[in-house]
């Protein structure tokens, strides 16, 4: 398997996948279709017990979503589109993996907002250095986390915290996404490769009977909140044609579409507020 946005790597059961989509580590339509294939290959491979993702760029694990490809996709009818009105394709492509027989893994030392938040919440087990930056932008834009981010946190670590999450807008570093329960647990960079990949050793020696058996007890449990999942990303696909509908929601995304580069992505929350506010759109 070779692709253009991710680089992989096998050692033995571990598949070792980083996100290598220079010079942001975008989450573009490429990337999005690139994960729906891999996916695809895994959920048939028998010899992939596990997947860590980490990133070929120093500073961003996944920046965002693309938000010239966010507007490619609500016009060009050639973009691939979900099947089913309630869940668009980003939510699609979460829950795919999500559901997977593996065991899944994400190494984050660097930036992680937006759609690569989402795509995180998505993933089994996730740790992250103290320095990285965990954030939710899209309220100060305007609209929301559409791609099953807003419902997979309120999920994941309560409502009361997924709130000021969401709506504060701001950059969490590793150490309060773990309080916060959005990463296992933050460890420091000179540490947290060891600590994974001796992880990823110890569970792919584990039988495939074990992790199944595993796998299938959290799904019963998980079982009980999946009406509320599906219902949540309902919600977060209205309010996302409804907001995304609003003129100068558009403009202020276009603005920023504009700013995609390395000096105003590092400090994303300020190049946003720079912009101006929405508190009056509608």
């Known amino acids: 398997m070779t692709y253009k946005t991710l680089a992989l790597r096998r050692e033995g059961r571990i598949l070792h996948v980083d996100f290598d989509n220079a010079p942001l580590n975008l989450m573009t339509i490429e990337m999005v279709g690139e994960l729906f294939d891999l996916a695809g290959q895994l959920v048939f491979d028998r010899e992939t017990s596990v997947v860590v993702f980490g990133s070929a760029n120093p500073e961003f694990f996944l920046a965002h979503f693309d938000l010239n490809d966010l507007f490619r996709a609500m016009s060009d009818p050639n973009v691939p589109q979900s099947k089913y009105d309630d869940i668009n394709v980003v939510q699609a492509l979460t829950t795919m993996w999500e559901a997977l027989p593996q065991v899944t893994i994400s190494l984050v030392d660097g930036i992680c907002r937006g759609a690569g938040l989402e795509f995180l919440l998505a993933t089994h087990m996730r740790f992250a250095t103290p320095e990285s930056r965990l954030c939710f932008p899209e309220a100060s834009g305007g609209f929301l986390p559409t ?20 709506l504060s807008s701001r950059d969490f570093d590793g150490e309060e996404a773990a309080a916060y329960g959005i990463v296992n647990r933050a460890l420091p960079a000179d540490d947290i490769c060891d600590y994974v990949d001796d992880l990823a050793q110890r569970l792919a020696a584990r039988s495939a009977g ?3 058996a595993v796998n299938e007890v959290f799904t019963k449990v998980h079982n009980s909140a999946v009406d509320a999942q599906f219902s949540g990303f309902g919600v977060e696909n209205n309010a996302m044609r409804t907001l995304l509908a609003i003129p100068a929601v558009q403009e202020h995304l276009r603005k920023l579409a504009g700013l995609q580069d390395v000096e105003h992505e590092l ?3 300020a190049t946003i507020a ?7 759109a509608k």
Do not use: F, K
């Not at 720079?274 to 009056?280: C, H, K, R, V």
């Open 267 to 269: 400090d994303l929350p």
């Open 210 to 212: 074990s992790v199944a």
């Open 274 to 280: 720079a912009q101006g506010d929405l508190t009056t």
């Open 147 to 166: 791609g099953g981010g807003t419902t997979r946190l309120a999920l994941q670590i309560g409502p009361a915290r997924a709130r000021e999450v969401v």
